[in-house]
């Protein structure tokens, strides 16, 4: 029952921990956005891309050194499943904004482009490179398709640095 009360914390704390991120790439896409120039907008994507990282990889490592005294304390391996979950669960907002945006390109009825990069604001500038239009319909499948690249950086942002601290003292 710990254990499974621990998963749930770690998944929490990693989704509080992207939506933390999330805000905070909002405020610096904001202050950026009056800038037409490409090197600041490429300067712009690098920074909240690199916060957004900074921010779970901070969380990942103090979870696996708190993993590791604890360990120590019971004599026992690390346990990855609960990093690896957490790891799953920063995916699925970014996936399911997705899904939609993707549902809305291909001939849905709604307009859902600017939300999805409102809602994924560590990539904006990514978005807004790959095309600046504001409408869902104006995608392409190539494009569609480069959008969701981005979907599995909050989970390696997660599971990396946790796997880099624990080392060997990880259960197999």
């Known amino acids: 029952m710990r254990y499974v009360k621990g998963k749930a914390m770690k998944i929490l704390n990693a989704l509080l921990r992207l939506a933390a991120s999330e805000i905070l790439c909002?405020?610096?896409?904001i202050t950026f956005a009056?800038?037409?120039?490409?090197?600041?907008?490429?300067?712009?994507?690098?920074?909240?891309?690199?916060?957004?990282i900074f921010v779970l990889a901070d969380y990942s490592v103090k979870a696996a050194r708190a993993d590791i005294k604890s360990a120590?304390?019971?004599g026992e391996t690390v346990k990855t499943a609960g990093?690896?979950?957490?790891?799953?669960?920063?995916?699925?907002?970014?996936?399911?904004?997705?899904?939609?945006?993707?549902?809305?390109?291909?001939?849905?009825?709604?307009?859902?482009?600017?939300?999805?990069?409102?809602?994924?604001?560590?990539?904006?500038?990514?978005?807004n490179l790959?095309?600046?239009?504001?409408?869902?319909?104006?995608?392409?499948?190539?494009?569609l398709a480069a959008m969701l690249v981005p979907v599995i950086v909050p989970a390696m942002a997660v599971i990396i640095p946790y796997m880099a601290v624990c080392g060997r003292n990880t259960d197999k």
């Open 26 to 29: 909002i405020f610096i896409d």
């Open 34 to 52: 009056a800038s037409g120039n490409p090197f600041i907008k490429f300067i712009c994507l690098v920074c909240t891309v690199l916060l957004m």
């Open 72 to 74: 120590r304390m019971s």
């Open 83 to 127: 990093i690896f979950a957490a790891g799953a669960a920063v995916t699925v907002p970014p996936l399911v904004s997705w899904i939609v945006l993707y549902i809305s390109a291909k001939g849905g009825s709604f307009d859902y482009y600017r939300w999805h990069k409102l809602l994924n604001a560590a990539f904006l500038q990514l978005y």
């Open 130 to 143: 790959i095309n600046s239009s504001a409408n869902s319909s104006d995608l392409t499948g190539a494009e």
